[in-house]
């Protein structure tokens, strides 16, 4: 009698201990969520850190992830294949220079306002970031990185040619002057790098020249070009002679973006660059030795101050069959917790969100975040409209026809603008 009943005991827990071990798994036909997020920018090199990220989120929700890191330069060509055949990912980072309202525009994205009205955070976003985002009065995503752009700059360098590295330059004809003395082409040391590929980030580089030289891309409103000016011709002119004329810039400036130039100056090869906050890790990480030589100030101007905003949002695809999942995610992932071991590990990029600016040591305590978030709040963001990516790639070709010497600065200026109309629909 006692042993039946010790049969039976001892049958009831591995029966219970059966059925625990069954519900973790998940039954039949009540499969475990999996979520696909596709990854891009300059974070996608922290790879340790999203392998973190991602598994303690799978942890905490009981969500796979399957996740890609996919590099900038072939990023956009991949979402827009994945989204025209309708298999994109459930989640995806959009640049935001303007990916957001162009993936809106086509339907492919899902409105996040009701989303973002419940979620308690939403008033730590900087609010400049959400006209980047934005389309026909909806918010399509949640900003999670940003930057400004800035003057990176070698210490080494600077010192090596006589130069003060606590003096950086101000103007555009201090530029140039310090641009000439760190050059040397024997060596293979440039003074400042112009970023000339056909990317994004070439559009950027000249939008810093053309507002520092006091003028702008498009009219209010975004109905036409606004650069075929004296000032936009100053400013192409200038960027582009940087190469031709004063040839600070490398032979391959035409294939070079930042990115290229941020590991020579890494190396002590190239003493001056645009850069941002993105730059710190992996500056760092392309050369250890560079740790505490170099810095960041305002990028020289000619007649104001200028810098122009960027940074990345994750967006849900409207066809994703996980909304909830993909939320919790994009949520999860701009945390305050997230961000603060995000920043206290790698030290950069910005946080979109404005408390773990101003509470993270990091970010207090170092004299080049005090020149970032300074600027922050006054640059300039691309006009988030649906034609933006046509409106950086004729800009993008402008700049690239005057380096070729396929064109004068004065003749490309005008193609670039005529393309820039024809794509708002102006001509």
């Known amino acids: 009698m006692f042993k039946n009943k ?16 069954f519900l973790s798994m ?13 990854i891009g920018g300059h974070v996608v090199e922290e790879e340790a850190g999203w392998k973190k990220i991602v ?30 055949a309708g298999e994109p990912p459930d989640v995806c980072f959009a640049d935001l220079g303007g990916w957001a309202p162009v993936f809106a525009s086509h339907g492919w994205l899902e409105p996040l306002d009701d989303r973002l009205d419940a979620w308690p955070d939403t008033n730590q976003i900087w609010e400049n970031l959400w006209a980047t985002v934005s389309y026909k009065g909806k918010r399509y995503g949640l900003p999670w990185f940003t930057d400004d752009r ?20 101000v103007k555009w ?42 003028g702008e891309v498009l009219t209010p409103g975004y109905k036409s070009a606004a650069f075929n000016t004296p000032e936009g011709l100053e400013a192409l002119r200038f960027y582009t002679d940087l190469f031709l004329k004063y040839k600070v810039s490398p032979p391959a400036t035409i294939s070079y973006t930042e990115d290229d130039y941020r590991t020579m100056m890494a190396q002590n090869r190239v003493a001056m660059a645009i850069g941002g906050p993105w730059s710190i890790p992996l500056i760092e990480a392309a050369n250890p030795a560079i740790k505490g030589n170099y810095g960041f100030a305002l990028h020289p101007y000619l007649k104001q101050e200028a810098s ?24 999860y992932l701009t945390g305050k917790d997230v961000w603060m071991w995000w920043i206290d590990k790698y030290h950069g990029p910005m946080p979109t969100r404005k408390d773990v600016c101003l509470e993270s040591p990091v970010l207090t305590q170092d004299p ?16 988030p409209i649906a034609e933006w990516t ?20 004065a003749e490309a200026l005008i193609w670039g603008a005529s393309e820039v109309d024809t794509a708002l629909g102006a001509k």
């Open 6 to 21: 010790v049969i039976k005991a001892g049958t009831i827990v591995t029966v219970m201990l059966l059925l625990a071990a």
């Open 26 to 38: 998940g039954s039949p036909g009540i499969a475990k969520e999996k979520l696909t997020v596709w």
């Open 55 to 84: 598994g303690d989120f799978e942890a905490k929700y009981n969500i796979d992830v399957e996740y890609q890191l996919i590099g900038f330069e072939v990023y956009y060509s991949k979402l827009i294949v994945a989204f025209e």
């Open 150 to 169: 800035l003057l990176l700059y070698n210490h080494n360098m600077f010192r090596d040619a006589g130069l003060d590295p606590d003096n950086p330059p």
């Open 173 to 214: 004809h201090d530029l140039v002057g310090d641009a000439v003395l760190m050059t040397d082409p024997v060596k293979g040391l440039y003074g400042y790098g112009v970023s000339g590929a056909m990317s994004e980030i070439t559009t950027l580089a000249y939008m810093i020249f053309l507002y520092g030289a006091g």
């Open 308 to 331: 122009v905003l960027g940074g990345w949002a994750t967006v849900i695809a409207k066809e994703s069959r996980r909304k909830d999942a993909a939320w919790k995610f994009m949520s």
């Open 368 to 383: 080049r975040w005090k020149m970032i978030i300074d600027v922050f709040p006054t640059a300039h963001v691309r006009a």
């Open 390 to 409: 046509k409106i950086s790639y004729a800009i993008q070709s402008m700049v690239q026809k005057v380096l070729s010497k396929k064109m004068s600065a």
